[in-house]
């Protein structure tokens, strides 16, 4: 029998996005069958090909299987493939906007960082049953207890925030359980809640952090866990602000055994200070990771939390990769010693080009958004429409399909590769890209 929900959309992405959120929030369970593609066609009052193409994305994204003549129902596991597939070919010749990198010019120079790193496993190698850097570990504790994270577990050392993030999950959830996710969010955190089996609860963010009211429904749902991005949010560039995390800290706090994983991920290049949500909740950890600020390829965060499971991490780490290559966390205490990444000044580099993008397209009437970090996120009417005007132009940028629940369509701009004399140029072809009865001509 199929499960009686309401298919709504106009376009192939949006049916899409619309099942999946259904299934996120376990309106549409694991094993439900789904309409025909002639029967979603009738329903949603689209034609047969839209139809057909929402189900092809839904099978590519892993949430829905095609089963015989069983037909198509939603997989009994989660999506597993990454929502960053979801992307266009950009073609040769093309500024490609829609990575989500830093500027290579703004990360440091890792010569000197890596001769010392030698010269110290040369001096004293990290053998089997070392300890992780203590110099590494006294620059971060003395950063977190800078913004007044102090005396608390931690700091342990992980490979990346996502490797913390699973690991502490894992430790404190079970499959089935909900976790409230900013709606856009990072794709790569809805994957991971997705792929270990975890119940999504889409919390609209504006440019201030996620909505307190949504917040409190998504608590009083049953969210064990909540997700919550401090500053340069993916995609959105949202940063929470002093009155946002008062409002969040006093929901947290009235659900104190509520799991809070709190990602600080651009500390290093922010513009904009940390108001923390930790302290609300007894189970909770603050991560910081190395990628944006220092490069990608340095795989390393450093994590705060409760004592508890600060020890469960380090206890999960050493089961499974056993510890973050000493090498490598060398070479980033002697980067944040020497202070090799002036951080006013990157900080200020993304700030310009950032602003200058959004003022350009406000002044052709386009809104915008990006108060933090790498990325400018611009509502449109129809994400394909935009992405195939812009490409056309030879600027491609990422579909908010990828970063999207349940929220409205909309493009992720990164400003990173962006020169200033290139923001005038690509502010107009945006703006005739995404406006409603555009052409894709400019004027």
Same mark, same amino acid.
């Given at each position: 029998m199929l499960v009686s929900y309401t298919f709504t959309g106009e376009t192939a992405s949006e049916i899409a996005a619309g099942i999946e959120a259904a299934v996120a929030r376990g309106a549409l369970p694991a094993g439900a069958a789904l309409p025909t593609v002639r029967e979603l066609a009738a329903r949603t009052g689209v034609n047969a090909n839209t139809a057909a193409a929402a189900y092809r994305l839904l099978r590519e994204r892993g949430v829905v299987e095609t089963a015989g003549r069983r037909g198509t129902r939603v997989r009994p596991r989660p999506a597993s493939t990454a929502r960053e597939d979801i992307r266009i070919h950009v073609p040769p010749g093309a500024r490609d906007l829609a990575r989500g990198n830093p500027d290579p010019a703004l990360l440091p120079d890792l010569t000197a960082?890596?001769?010392?790193?030698?010269?110290?496993?040369?001096?004293?190698?990290? +053998?089997?049953?070392?300890?992780?850097?203590?110099?590494?570990?006294? +620059?971060?504790?003395?950063?977190?207890?800078?913004?007044?994270?102090?005396?608390?577990?931690?700091?342990?050392?992980?490979?990346?925030?996502?490797?913390?993030? #699973?690991?502490v999950l894992t430790m404190h959830l079970r499959p089935g359980d909900a976790v409230a996710v900013e709606d856009p969010g990072w794709s790569a955190s809805l994957d991971l809640v997705a792929a270990l089996g975890l119940r999504t609860i889409p919390v609209p963010v504006d440019d201030e952090g996620p909505d307190p009211g949504a917040m409190a429904g998504a608590l009083s749902a049953g969210a064990r866990a909540v997700i919550v991005t401090a500053r340069a949010q993916n995609p959105t560039g949202a940063a929470v602000s002093a009155g946002r995390a008062a409002a969040l800290r006093a929901l947290l706090a009235a659900h104190p055994r509520t799991l809070l994983i709190e990602d600080d991920h651009a500390a290093g290049l922010a513009d904009l200070p940390l108001h923390t949500l930790t302290g609300t909740t007894a189970r909770w950890i603050l991560t910081r990771s190395t990628a944006k600020s220092h490069g990608p390829d340095l795989r390393l965060a450093v994590v705060?939390?409760?004592?508890? &499971?600060?020890?469960? +991490?380090?206890?999960?780490?050493?089961?499974?990769? $056993?510890?973050?290559?000493?090498?490598?966390?060398? &070479?980033?205490? !002697?980067?944040?010693? &020497?202070?090799?990444?002036?951080?006013?000044?990157?900080?200020?580099?993304? %700030?310009?080009?950032?602003?200058?993008?959004? #003022?350009?397209?406000?002044? !052709?009437?386009?809104?915008? !958004?990006?108060?933090? $970090?790498?990325?400018?996120?611009?509502?449109?009417?129809?994400?394909?429409?935009?992405? &195939?005007?812009?490409?056309?132009? $030879?600027? %491609?940028?990422?579909?908010?399909?990828?970063?999207?629940?349940?929220?409205?369509?909309?493009?992720?701009?990164?400003?990173?590769p962006l020169a200033r004399e290139e923001i005038p140029d690509l502010a107009a072809t945006l703006a005739a890209a995404v406006l409603p009865g555009s052409t894709g001509r400019y004027g």
């Open positions: 960082a890596l001769a010392e790193a030698a010269r110290l496993h040369a001096a004293s190698p990290a +053998l089997y049953g070392t300890a992780d850097d203590p110099g590494l570990l006294a +620059l971060a504790a003395a950063a977190f207890s800078a913004d007044g994270i102090a005396g608390v577990g931690g700091p342990a050392v992980t490979s990346g925030t996502l490797d913390a993030v #699973e690991r705060v939390g409760d004592t508890q &499971t600060v020890e469960r +991490l380090r206890g999960r780490q050493r089961l499974a990769e $056993g510890w973050v290559s000493h090498l490598l966390q060398r &070479t980033v205490a !002697h980067l944040w010693r &020497t202070g090799a990444v002036p951080r006013a000044e990157v900080a200020a580099s993304y %700030a310009a080009r950032r602003n200058a993008l959004i #003022e350009a397209l406000a002044g !052709h009437g386009v809104r915008a !958004h990006g108060r933090s $970090g790498l990325n400018v996120w611009i509502p449109v009417p129809d994400e394909t429409v935009a992405v &195939t005007r812009l490409l056309a132009r $030879g600027w %491609a940028v990422a579909p908010g399909a990828r970063n999207r629940l349940a929220s409205a369509p909309a493009i992720r701009v990164t400003i990173a």
